[in-house]
T-cell receptor, first 112, second 113 residues
Framework: TQLLEQSPQFLSIQEGENLTVYCNSS?????LQWYRQEPGEGPVLLVT?????EVKKLKRLTFQFGDARKDSSLHITAAQPGDTGLYLC????????????FGPGTSLSVIP | KAGVTQTPRYLIKTRGQQVTLSCSPI?????VSWYQQTPGQGLQFLFE???????NKGNFPGRFSGRQFSNSRSEMNVSTLELGDSALYLC????????????FGPGTRLTVL
């Protein structure tokens, strides 16, 4: 059974601090997505990483896909209250028969 | 391009009733997946439809069912509602199956009393 783990489960930081959240698995994925979800809303796609070792930047957010395509990290620089939410990673398989696997999420709270 | 839409956004039902939720995918997307999200269990996969056929199914009882229409719109049905069915039900669409990135709708918040 494929599993994705995320750490930490909860994170509460002050505005302006930096943080990194992690997504790990023993499985190899063809691609990995990061989503942010606000309470009562659906997850919103932030990025898709496809190539092992790939780094993508989205303003203050930096995403990295591990060389072995089993893990990923999300680094936020100078966090703002608007970054508050549940961060979910999702791994895609290699065939059209594979299900997308979601991690349990990291709940981030940025305090003004 | 319009995003994924789900109706209704909120629903209150009582135990034993049944409910139907609707999802319209992004135009051109042919795959629709359904998820149940609760605080304790996170996102749990219900099923995936592609070309009007169920292609994948999660570990949910037969009370949970769905279908997809020729225009890719999808519905899911839950019969004989239980208190534990209270959750946010999310629909996600993608161009094709498996490897394609999924785009989520805003969800339907179901409360069972």
């Amino acid at each position: 059974t494929q599993l994705l783990e995320q750490s930490p489960q909860f994170l509460s930081i002050q505005e302006g601090e930096n943080l990194t959240v992690y997504c790990n698995s023993s499985s190899v994925f063809s691609s990995l997505q990061w989503y942010r979800q606000e309470p009562g809303e659906g997850p919103v796609l932030l990025v898709t990483v496809v190539t092992g070792g790939e780094v993508k930047k989205l303003k203050r957010l930096t995403f990295q896909f591990g060389d072995a395509r089993k893990d990923s990290s999300l680094h936020i620089t100078a966090a703002q209250p608007g970054d508050t939410g549940l961060y979910l990673c999702a791994g895609a398989g290699w065939t059209s028969y594979d299900k997308v696997i979601f991690g349990p999420g990291t709940s981030l709270s940025v305090i003004p | 391009k319009a995003g994924v839409t789900q109706t209704p956004r909120y629903l209150i039902k009582t135990r034993g009733q049944q409910v139907t939720l609707s999802c319209s995918p992004i135009s051109g997307h042919r795959s629709v997946s359904w998820y149940q999200q609760t605080p304790g269990q996170g996102l749990q996969f219900l099923f995936e439809y592609f070309s009007e056929t169920q292609r994948n199914k999660g570990n949910f009882p037969g009370r949970f069912s769905g279908r997809q229409f020729s225009n890719s719109r999808s519905e899911m049905n839950v019969s004989t509602l239980e208190l534990g069915d209270s959750a946010l039900y999310l629909c996600a669409s993608s161009l094709s199956r498996g490897q394609d990135t999924q785009y989520f709708g805003p969800g339907t918040r179901l409360t069972v009393l």
